[in-house]
């Protein structure tokens, strides 16, 4: 199925999809956005998409010339409209076009675009083997120069530390806050495993809040698993007995090996194939 693009109120085909070089979210990467995934034509947890998008734009002075409601009419009807049974949407607001300068106020109001496509990050070994990862260099924004919980288009140091990774042809990348607390992986949430209890780094740290990560959180919690948010650092992953990891394009995969140690028996531990079984089911169940 071809993907389909909303821009502004109007459908084009990926091959007329276009946006102007003066666009600010193009010159100066002044935008946020989101990445949401659809299941057998249905959306998952839009209102929880759109909530973060919306707190973006706020937390960036940007404000969305389109209700919340209308957004999300507009996002399902993509999904009709695209034929993609399982979809990958990229929904994406910008400054706007305007002229060359950062002032926000040269731009005279937001582009608005949305495409339907599909995404698939891992070939499906690496859910039963595991990614190699290793701890990037480049560490997340600090908390208070661009909080890593706006999902901004500002994604450079995040792809920097991607090619710390390809360079040393692993997988993934682990990246550390400014401090040196783990915070999260290249697009991805962080949980180590250790005596079935999930750890993960808490939001207020300085991390992206992920959509996946809040509903494994629920899901771990109705298995029974006991959830702990909280500061981690290597030491911590190294020696849990599983890491693994969560996003919307990814969903649940294990970490083998990080930084050339093996992590737990060195594949996809239970804990993280019981997790990924149950995400599977829960995102597609019928209710
Ligand atoms: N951290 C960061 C920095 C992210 O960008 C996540 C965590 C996971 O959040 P969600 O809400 O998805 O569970 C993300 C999400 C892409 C892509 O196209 C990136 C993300 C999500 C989907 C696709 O590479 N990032």
């Given at each position: 199925?071809?993907?389909i693009v909303w821009i502004d109120g109007t459908w084009y085909?990926?091959?007329?999809?276009?946006?102007?070089?003066?666009?600010?979210?193009?010159?100066?990467?002044?935008?946020?956005?989101e990445?949401i995934?659809a299941?057998?034509?249905?959306v998952?947890?839009l209102d929880?998409h759109l909530?973060?998008l919306y707190?973006?734009?706020?937390?960036?002075?940007?404000?969305i010339p389109m209700s919340k409601d209308v957004m999300g009419r507009m996002v399902e009807e993509g999904v009709a409209k695209s034929?993609?049974?399982?979809n990958?949407i990229r929904l994406v607001v910008?400054?706007?076009?305007?002229?060359?300068?950062?002032?926000?106020?040269?731009?005279?109001?937001p582009t608005i675009f949305c495409i339907f496509?599909?995404?698939?990050?891992?070939?499906?070994?690496?859910?039963?083997?595991?990614?190699?990862?290793?701890?990037?260099?480049?560490?997340?924004?600090?908390?208070?120069?661009?909080?890593?919980?706006?999902?901004?288009?500002?994604?450079?140091?995040?792809?920097?530390?991607?090619?710390?990774?390809?360079?040393?042809?692993?997988?993934?990348?682990?990246?550390?806050?400014?401090?040196?607390?783990?915070?999260?992986?290249?697009?991805?949430?962080?949980?180590?495993?250790?005596?079935?209890?999930?750890?993960?780094?808490?939001?207020?740290?300085?991390?992206?809040?992920?959509?996946?990560?809040?509903?494994?959180?629920?899901?771990?919690?109705?298995?029974?698993?006991?959830?702990?948010?909280?500061?981690?650092?290597?030491?911590?992953?190294?020696?849990?007995?599983?890491?693994?990891?969560?996003?919307?394009?990814?969903?649940?995969?294990?970490?083998?090996?990080?930084?050339?140690?093996?992590?737990?028996?060195?594949?996809?531990?239970?804990?993280?194939?019981?997790?990924?079984?149950?995400?599977?089911?829960?995102?597609?169940?019928?209710?």
């Open positions: 199925m071809p993907s085909d990926r091959g007329s999809a276009v946006v102007s070089v003066f666009d600010h979210g193009l010159l100066y990467g002044d935008g946020v956005f990445g995934r299941y057998g034509g249905r998952f947890r929880a909530e973060r707190a973006s734009a706020k937390a960036i002075w940007l404000e034929g993609i049974k399982d990958y910008t400054r706007g076009v305007g002229d060359l300068g950062l002032d926000p106020r040269k731009c005279a109001k496509d599909t995404i698939k990050l891992w070939p499906q070994d690496r859910y039963e083997k595991g990614l190699t990862a290793l701890t990037a260099a480049t560490p997340i924004h600090h908390r208070e120069a661009l909080s890593p919980r706006v999902k901004s288009l500002n994604y450079l140091s995040h792809i920097l530390a991607k090619v710390e990774g390809i360079a040393a042809n692993v997988d993934e990348v682990i990246m550390l806050d400014a401090a040196g607390y783990v915070a999260e992986a290249s697009g991805m949430n962080l949980f180590a495993v250790s005596n079935s209890t999930l750890r993960t780094p808490p939001p207020y740290t300085g991390i992206l809040r992920g959509v996946t990560r809040d509903t494994v959180i629920e899901i771990g919690r109705e298995a029974g698993y006991g959830v702990e948010e909280l500061p981690m650092n290597r030491y911590d992953l190294y020696t849990a007995d599983e890491v693994f990891l969560t996003g919307t394009a990814a969903e649940v995969v294990g970490i083998s090996k990080l930084d050339g140690r093996a992590i737990g028996k060195g594949v996809a531990g239970p804990v993280t194939r019981d997790l990924a079984t149950r995400f599977r089911a829960y995102v597609t169940r019928d209710d």
